[in-house]
């Protein structure tokens, strides 16, 4: 029988594990050298929350975060739940014009940010936006596009920050002089059904959509899915996967309810750094998606890694074909890795395998709802539930978000009157309660009045001996409606031809499902959280094709 949905704040969660395991690790940066106990967090925390009350920083109100995976992440994060702030995940990947939208659409009175890394300037690009900063602050001359917009606050910086922007050092400095009492009264005011996050939709499909995260909903969904990888205090989590993406928050937040330890190998994805923080860190348990595992499992110096620690995990983002399966389990040694299921919607994991399923039902399904979550599986057209085995939309209750910000005519769309939020995904389910997902509604192929799985496909092709990956999608076409295309990642030094594709395809699928045009890759456009942008794929093969539907 599983525990009990928590019912408490994010930040009186830490606070308990801070005084059950003060003095154990709770957060490593291996690159940066920076090791903190859960009394350390949890004292740096309490200032920075303090240095944003003497900002006038107020409940609910929007707190955005800029950086890449660095300690100071993980301050914020904790800083926003404590005082009953919304925390606003940016991606670093973001460009001006993605931080206008982001800074617009989320209202955002506070941002924080980095200044630069190897890849991004973010001050310049600040600046590039806001010139004024140069000479005041927006307390000083608000900005008009920014309304909401109060404060900048620089993560260390090499040289003085602009005359309108505060350095984190000082808003620390500041938190001492305010009573410990102003802290304790706020975070006594906060309730675990407050929004801790306003996490945006990966952008796989196009605008990105402001989902509204409670602290209830994201500290079961790490606590159970954690749960599920048998968690205790000594347990030790790689996150490879970057800060912002809500599956490594589930991660952070599920062992921050155990006395686990979180393991930040680098700033950004690393394999050589990944591989280098499990052996020295000795850790337990890895949060990735697929292509990351891959990346480590082809660093040439693999072999020379200790990873005999690495016990669980959890992989998602993407389904696991059999045989890179098998290589995670008998390379990687994790043999108690869980594959998800899950969305931003459902504040992380929707379903999970169990750490003792065959291996098959770990590379074939994405195992069973995980506590408190109910599924269905629907006809898309009338929502009449289908019995098991039969494909149509998954639809799930439990642990939902509140919303999306500022978008009711969407949240309507998105969870029908019963309150089950229609995922947009198909899949079935056995007799047993595994889900098996079987692709996006919005992208089956159209042919000929037939709607045709990518998936299907795609299995087929990546049981080709020289096919390490595949993306199978539709591109329009005048006589069939749609036609189907293929980008193919071949194996590490092997060649695979459209002629070698086609005369594996015969006998295995029918012809109409043959893809007509191929494009071979090394690569696939991705989010930084590791998920294909296939609208990337679709536009790309459209130009160099030249399609329409005319």
């Known amino acids: 029988m599983s525990p009990k949905p928590l019912w408490i704040t994010v930040g009186d969660q830490f606070d308990r594990m ?18 903190y106990t859960y009394r350390e967090i949890q004292t740096i925390a309490n200032r920075f929350s303090k240095g944003l009350l003497s900002l006038g920083v107020g409940r609910g109100e929007h707190l955005a975060l800029w950086a890449t995976s660095i300690p100071e992440w993980i301050i914020v994060q904790l800083a926003s739940a404590k005082i ?17 939208y982001g800074l617009q659409y989320s209202d955002v009175r506070t941002l924080i940010l980095l200044e630069r890394d190897e890849h991004s300037h973010y001050l310049k690009m600040l600046l590039d936006l806001c010139p004024s900063l140069l000479h005041s602050g927006p307390k000083q001359s608000p900005l008009k596009a920014f309304p909401h917009l109060k404060e900048m606050v620089l993560i260390p910086s090499s040289s003085p920050p602009p005359p309108g922007v505060l350095l984190f050092q000082e808003i620390l400095e500041r938190g001492e002089r305010v009573p410990d009492q102003a802290l304790a009264e706020r975070q006594q005011a906060c309730q675990p059904e407050d929004t801790l996050n306003l996490a945006f939709t990966s952008g796989t499909t196009g605008t990105p959509k402001g989902i509204m995260i409670t602290h209830y909903g994201f500290l079961n969904n790490g606590y159970f899915g954690t749960l599920g990888q048998g968690f205790t205090q000594m347990d030790r989590l790689c996150t490879a996967i970057p800060f912002h993406y809500n599956f490594t928050i589930t991660g952070l937040l599920g062992s921050f309810c155990h006395g686990a330890a979180i393991i930040c190998p680098s700033d950004t994805f690393d394999p050589e750094k990944t591989l280098m923080a499990i052996e020295k860190e000795r850790c337990t348990a890895i949060y990735a998606v697929p292509s990351m595992l891959v990346a480590m499992m082809e660093h040439p110096q693999f072999s020379r890694f200790n990873l005999s620690s690495l016990r669980t995990g959890m992989v998602g983002g993407a389904m696991i074909p059999i045989d890179l399966m098998k290589r995670i389990l008998e390379n990687l040694g ?67 978000m509140k919303g999306y910000y500022k978008m009711p005519a969407a949240t309507l769309r998105a969870i029908d009157r019963e309150g089950w939020l229609h995922s947009g995904d198909l899949a079935t389910l056995d007799p047993q309660g595994y889900v098996r997902i079987e692709g996006r509604l919005k992208e089956m192929i159209l042919k000929d009045g037939e709607s045709i799985s990518p998936i299907d496909i795609e299995e087929i092709l990546s049981s080709h001996p020289k096919i390490q990956e595949s993306q199978v999608f539709g591109v329009p076409d005048p006589d069939h409606h749609e036609e189907i295309a293929a980008w193919i990642r071949p194996q590490k030094e092997e060649q695979v031809t459209k002629e070698e594709v086609l005369r594996f395809l015969e006998g295995k699928l029918p012809e109409k499902y ?33 399609l329409s539907h005319e």
């Open 514 to 546: 043959f893809p007509r045009y191929m494009k071979f890759v090394s690569s696939f456009p991705m989010t930084s959280t590791g998920k294909v942008q296939r609208f990337k794929l679709r536009e790309i093969t459209i130009n160099e094709w030249e």
């Open 18 to 35: 801070a005084e059950t395991f003060p003095d154990r690790d709770a957060f490593v940066h291996v690159d940066r050298n920076v090791r």
């Open 334 to 400: 994790a043999k108690e890795i869980t594959i998800s299921y899950g969305q931003s919607e459902g504040s992380g994991s929707i379903t999970q395998t169990l750490r003792d399923d065959p291996i098959e039902i770990r590379a074939m399904t994405v195992g069973k709802t995980i506590p408190f979550v109910e599924i269905r599986i629907v006809l898309p057209e009338t929502g009449e539930t289908l019995s098991a085995g039969k494909k149509g939309e998954l639809c799930y209750k439990g642990f939902l």
């Open 84 to 100: 009953g702030a919304i925390l606003v995940p940016f991606n670093p990947q973001y460009q001006v014009e993605e931080l206008r």
